[in-house]
């Protein structure tokens, strides 16, 4: 995963983002904040929790 760590495309009018699985969540909020928008998910373990990470806890 630890190449897969990049915000590849932020789309500012439709507020998406094409963003690989192994994007740290302070990272990614670095990405998206020179574009006007946040990722406003916070767990406890935002330091060190990946994107992909998040997305398998919310579907399992």
Same mark, same amino acid.
């Given at each position: 995963?630890?190449?897969? #760590?990049? *915000? +590849?495309?932020i789309d500012q009018q439709s507020r998406c983002a094409h963003? @690989?699985?192994?994007?740290?969540?302070?990272?990614? #909020?670095? *990405? +998206?904040?020179?574009?006007?928008?946040?990722?406003?998910?916070?767990? @406890?373990?935002?330091?060190?929790?990946?994107?992909?990470?998040?997305?398998?806890?919310?579907?399992?």
């Amino acid at each position: 995963m630890q190449r897969f #760590d990049q *915000a +590849l495309e932020i789309d500012q009018q439709s507020r998406c983002a094409h963003i @690989q699985a192994g994007v740290y969540e302070p990272a990614l #909020d670095r *990405a +998206l904040k020179p574009h006007g928008v946040t990722l406003r998910h916070y767990p @406890q373990s935002y330091e060190f929790s990946t994107v992909g990470a998040d997305t398998d806890e919310i579907t399992n």
